[in-house]
């Protein structure tokens, strides 16, 4: 069965801490591991990864996948208050099916 | 850009009755996703559409629920009767599936907040 874990399931940090979020993950036929953050509402996409070593970045936010050790890592520098969400990691099994993890919440406080 | 609409945005229902969610994808989105979020499970896929059609809704319960697209711009989920167990956050993203584009993330939706009693 495909399975993603995300670690950790939660976390508090201070304002202007980097923040280091886990996903691993096992599917047959990875075709790429997306990221997202929710915040009230919607999941609002953040990051597409299909190559390993490769960094995403926006802004404070980057990501990247190592393909052979079945993980991924998303690093929030500079975190600000409008950081704390929770954020979803999801990996693309077959042509269109996401496999979801349960998510880490991240509290940026003051 | 109008993102993927949906509604009701809460329902408050009794048990045994029955319950209908409705999305409109963005426009030109060929592929459509019914997913409901708990805070037990996480996100779960329970169906998704190509093209109006259904390509997999295994994780849909078949007894009680039902999933339709009529049109290109329309679905609805029906949950009938709805259960307790049936409250959570539905939601529904859509996603371009153009020939040659085949890496392209979703689209969410603001969710439903279904609540039966």
């Known amino acids: 069965e495909d399975k993603v874990v995300q670690s950790p399931l939660s976390l508090v940090v201070h304002e202007g801490d980097t923040v280091t979020l886990n996903c691993s993950y096992e599917?047959?036929?990875?075709?790429?591991l997306l990221w997202y953050k929710q915040e009230k509402k919607a999941p609002t996409f953040l990051f597409m990864l299909t190559s390993s070593g490769i960094e995403k970045k926006s802004g404070r936010l980057s990501s990247i996948l190592d393909k052979k050790e079945l993980f991924s890592i998303l690093n929030i520098t500079a975190t600000q208050t409008g950081d704390s969400a929770v954020y979803l990691c999801?990996?693309?099994?077959?042509?269109?099916?996401?496999?979801f993890g349960t998510g880490t919440r991240l509290l940026v406080s003051p | 850009d109008a993102g993927v609409i949906q509604s009701p945005r809460h329902e408050v229902t009794e048990m045994g009755q029955e319950v209908t969610l409705r999305c409109k994808p963005i426009?030109?989105?060929?592929?459509l996703f019914w997913y409901r979020q708990t805070m037990m499970q996480g996100l779960e896929l329970l169906v998704y559409f190509n093209n109006k059609a259904v390509m997999d809704d295994s994780g849909m319960p078949k007894d009680r629920f039902s999933a339709k697209m009529p049109n290109a711009s329309f679905s609805t989920l029906k949950i009938q009767p709805s259960e307790p167990r049936d409250s959570a956050v539905y939601f529904c993203a859509s996603r371009i599936g153009t020939v040659g584009i085949s890496n392209q993330p979703q689209h969410f939706g603001d969710g439903t907040r279904l609540s039966i009693l």
């Open positions: 599917v047959t036929n990875f075709r790429s």
């Open positions: 999801a990996v693309a099994s077959g042509f269109q099916k996401l496999v």
């Open positions: 426009s030109g989105h060929d592929y």
